[in-house]
């Protein structure tokens, strides 16, 4: 589906509207883009215990492959720090 492009005012008039829908959305001050929302399908339970375990057993693989710890490899995420591996 294609990225709808929003002002903000328009996002907060018809917020409820949006975030109920279906469309991908870019919502923008004066044209320049201050975020996105992208509306996700409906997870069942099933499919998110399955995910969690799909990401649990990716997490695992990258600290034994790149011999991290989990803190270290929490860093990596963490927007506040600078990227370690940035040169």
């Keep these: 589906m294609k990225l709808k492009h929003i002002e903000l005012d328009e996002f907060r008039e018809r917020m409820t509207d949006y975030l109920s829908g279906r469309t991908p959305l870019a919502v923008e001050r004066d044209g320049e883009i201050l975020g996105f929302y992208y509306p996700k399908n409906k997870t069942t339970e099933k499919e998110l215990k399955r ?35 940035d040169r």
């Design 51 to 85: 995910a969690v375990k799909q990401l649990e057993l990716a997490v695992d693989r990258a600290l034994a492959e790149t011999g991290m710890t989990e803190d270290e490899f929490a860093d990596l995420f963490d927007l506040s720090k600078p990227f370690p591996y």
